[in-house]
């Protein structure tokens, strides 16, 4: 195709003209976006304030569940040490006392219970043979 | 006794004070260059038109930001371009976006073994339409609306070197399009 005749073509191209009524139909859509920015305006500063109250509530939502956490972990490390206080109250308590394994035969073992001897306190056995009893 | 019309920097001076009447006669004057303008960059009738009264509530709104320049049509041609450029840039963000969705395709003309002056104008048209927008645009202005280098070259902003450079190669990519219909129709449908 030579440039002439592709340049002849565009040119030949059919103008298109605005439709009847063009411009009654821009006039109307000038008149309708001039009348409706009153509802959004108003639709975005209520959509405006839902959205600062929701970020708002979140944010002290956000500083409320912070506290709470802070507060439940002060709670569980208070539980834990607790925890662990009775645990070592509870294997001092189970724990038998020392005694000291004398000698016996298949019917009688003889030992001395250090838990019955007064100011035995403190006082361990050299031999301790408790997993016996 | 003639009434001299009012120029268009005089209907701008009103319209900037909301002088609707003034607004009406201005789309009045322009509105068949920027439809026809807006098809050629679409090749769409109905988006052209959508376009057009776009293009003046645009300069509606603008009025008061406008600063003649002794050529209103130009402005309009330049906020028509721009609103093109928006629609293509949405459209193909749509398409990298909904890329599994089946494409409506143009549907072929149907044509006799002769090429027809009307089928032509369609194709020529469609294929314009599909440059892309940096071509179409001093294309059309220059070989559509009869613009010169020079003055497509301002109101694009770049040199007038640039502008031919465009217009040569829409020329050419037009031609590529084109070419399988202008050497005997090798890839027209035919009807049964």
Redo the contacts between chains.
Sequence with gaps: ?E?HR??D???????????PG??A???N??ES?ERQPAIPRLALAGAMAAFLAVGASVLVDARKEAAEAAQARQALRQIRAEHLRLAQEVRDLSAPPPVVYLGGNEKVDLVLDLGKVDGSEGATPVVYHGETF | MVLEQPSDAELMTRVRRGD?DA??EL??RH??A???YA??LTAD?DR??DL??ET??RL?RAARDYTEQGYLRAFLFRIATNLVRSEERRAKRLRLLTPFLPRQEHAEPAAPSGML?RE??RE??AA?AKLPLRYRVP?VLH??EGWSYVDIAQEMGCREGTVKSRVHRG?LQ??AK??PY?NGGATWKTTG
């Design positions: 195709m440039d592709l340049g073509l565009l040119r030949e191209l059919p103008r298109e003209r605005a439709r063009f411009t139909r821009v006039l859509r000038l976006a | 609707q607004f009406a789309v009045d509105k068949d920027v439809v026809s098809a050629r009738r052209a038109e057009a009264q003046f509530l509606f002056r032509m104008h020529l048209a314009v294309l070989e559509i020329r037009l031609k084109l070419e202008w």
